[in-house]
């Protein structure tokens, strides 16, 4: 591992080993530098990742303080949410109705007759070409949906009809990217990775979209609670 990003884990790590909502700072750029045997543009650089997803503050002439709203969230950051909208672009690729197969009518809780949208959008960062995302959603809620809506966000569109998100539901799995994707992303077949399947649910736990992504650059860091239940349930398995 990097130093840079050794720093960086492990100053996460420190921040999120408190459980207090009392605001707190971290030591100051130099003695983090003599602390962790680095140079002062090493720990600058992983203070400004810790900046950038939004776990830290640098207050000129206060100093470095932790933001206790950011251990309310299990994902502390990935390779998406680090960037700043202005660094991410979208090109639609294409985008079409059609009628819902079983799953979707399940998912949606749609009628066999009722249509559904269905697109696919490349994603950039920093101008490469970094995921392919097809994502459904119901006609019925989104009639307006269209190709300036879906190269912005689809969270602020879906948030404009006054609805209110709860949460997502995501899963994911290593990949290796198939010939056709290769394409889109220009890049090798057969390279890692990963499937990440998002569904979208607002407050009253209706689903209002499903994303499916090929992503060839990702990586994240996360905050598990500790499940006893879940363990105690393993065990009882394990031992029969």
Known sequence: MKKKEFVIQDLLSKIYQRNDNQRRKLPPERQL??????????IRKA?????????IEIIQGSGIWINPQARNNPLVYNSITEKHF?????????????????EEQQVFGLGKDDYIWQFCRLRYVENQKIQIEISRMPV????????QV???????????????I???????????????????????????????INRGILDGGRVFEISDIID??????????YNHD???????IQGV
């Open 230 to 236: 879940n363990l105690a349930w393993r065990q009882g």
């Open 216 to 225: 060839i650059n990702y990586s994240c860091t996360y905050v598990t609670p």
């Open 140 to 147: 019925q809620d989104f009639p307006d949906l269209n190709q």
């Open 150 to 164: 879906i190269e912005r966000s689809i969270q602020q569109y879906v948030l404009s009809k006054g609805l209110r």
């Open 166 to 196: 709860s949460h997502l539901l995501t899963s994911y799995q290593a990949v290796a990217v198939s010939k056709e994707q290769a394409v889109l992303l220009e890049c090798k077949k057969g390279i890692p990775a990963m499937h990440i």
């Open 47 to 55: 203070l400004e990742k810790l900046v950038s997803i939004g776990v």
């Open 86 to 102: 202005d660094q991410i672009a979208f090109r639609m690729v294409n985008l079409h109705k059609k009628l819902p197969n079983r």
């Open 33 to 42: 530098a003599m602390e962790y045997d680095v140079s002062r543009f090493t």
